[in-house]
């Protein structure tokens, strides 16, 4: 199997960090070398990156997602942002509310798929209270938090959720059918 396949087939949410062992730096580097590789709406590029190590922020962060421990315990996060000033113009309410969230749920997903090749666990938070994340982050209003991925090397090995069958999934030509023609 390639490696590329390998790396979508072992990715999963992974809550639990090994304590006191922080994510180098060039690893870092490389989870958002690839993040920026991500595509955007019409090339805005309105992805941009937090990155948050300090513990007063990730605890405020945590509480901010409704208390979820992963923010707080994860060495370092990433909260991906949309910056809407850069798509707003060309696109309005259609670039703010919805390109935004998609140019930034790619780029998070690049970070995650480059977790898994660095052997580090993530965990990508949506649940959160998007005016307190704004506050604690001191984003500008145009700035929407997309979503928070807590990052470690991993303490646990979940196992992985099954997923509802493919052929319940698919469909061909209209909704209403599941069967190939032959
Ligand atoms: C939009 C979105 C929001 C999510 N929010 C959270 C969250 O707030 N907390 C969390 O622990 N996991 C969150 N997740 C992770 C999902 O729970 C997880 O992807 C799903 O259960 C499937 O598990 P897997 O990714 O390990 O295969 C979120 C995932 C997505 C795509």
Do not use: W
Request: net charge positive; with cysteine; charged share 25%.
């Amino acid at each position: 199997m390639s490696e590329f396949y390998d790396i979508i087939k072992r990715r999963k949410m992974v809550r639990q960090y090994i304590k006191d062992k922080p994510i180098p730096q060039e690893i870092v580097d490389k989870l958002i070398a690839n993040a920026h590789r991500a595509p955007s709406a019409g090339h805005t590029q309105v992805q941009e990156f937090i990155i948050v190590q300090d513990p007063l922020i990730k605890e405020k962060l945590s509480e901010a997602a409704l208390n979820q421990e992963q923010v707080y315990d994860a060495p370092l996060s990433i909260v991906v942002c949309a910056n809407t000033s850069r798509s707003v113009g060309r696109y309005g309410k259609r670039g703010r509310e919805f390109y935004s969230i998609i140019d930034g749920a790619f780029a998070s997903m690049l970070i995650l798929l480059t977790a898994v090749n660095e052997g580090i666990g993530a965990c990508f938070v949506g649940a959160f209270l998007d005016d307190k994340v704004s506050e604690i982050l001191e984003l500008p209003k145009y700035v929407k938090p997309i979503g928070i991925i807590a990052l470690g090397f991993p303490a646990e090995d979940p196992s992985k959720f099954k997923r509802i069958d493919i052929s319940k999934l698919v469909h061909y030509e209209k909704y209403s059918n599941q069967k190939q023609q032959k």
